[in-house]
């Protein structure tokens, strides 16, 4: 069990692990999170992750994400809990190339520091701080679609 500093206030976390030390439960009196795992080529991954929101002792939400990966270990698609399934490709040096979802796909575009600077999208290239370029809806979702990646990728290592 450990402790978290909110404010003012401790919060108890309790961390549960499986006979590999991996951790397979986060809870608190917010929120808990579960993961299950399959083992990999390299390693074990994880393929589900389920969140519970938890408000005044009752679970007020359960949010439940799927995972899959290719040979080499790689995220390649995740299932939203709304059923929305978005796909990621590789090359072949293990760099994202792509992110799609239903009715939108965006390719990456990286600086010279091999960092995304921009997604491909409707014949232009978006910058992926399109909030502040005044975007149309189309354009924001587009870049959304990119930053879902990291929200999945995210909820494949488990924290508290």
């Given at each position: 069990m450990g402790l978290d500093n909110r404010g003012e206030n401790q919060i108890?976390?309790?961390i549960k692990r499986n006979s590999k030390g991996h951790i397979i439960s986060v809870e608190n009196p917010f929120e808990v999170k579960r993961y299950s795992y399959k083992?990999?080529?390299t390693r074990d991954l994880v393929v589900k992750a389920e969140i519970e929101l938890v408000v005044l002792g009752k679970v007020a939400s359960l949010e439940a994400y799927s995972f899959g990966y290719d040979g080499n270990d790689r995220?390649?698609?995740a299932l939203k809990p709304d059923k929305t399934k978005?796909?990621?490709?590789?090359s072949e040096d293990d760099v994202l190339t792509?992110?799609?979802r239903p009715g939108?796909?965006?390719?990456?575009v990286y600086g010279s520091d091999n960092e995304v600077t921009g997604v491909k999208f409707g014949g232009k290239t978006l910058p992926v701080s399109?909030?502040?370029a005044g975007a149309t809806a189309q354009e924001i979702a587009a870049v959304e679609?990119?930053?879902d990646f990291h929200r999945m990728q995210k909820l494949t290592i488990p924290s508290y």
């Open positions: 108890a976390t309790t083992t990999g080529d995220l390649i698609f978005i796909e990621f490709k590789w792509q992110v799609q939108v796909a965006v390719e990456l399109i909030y502040e679609t990119y930053i």
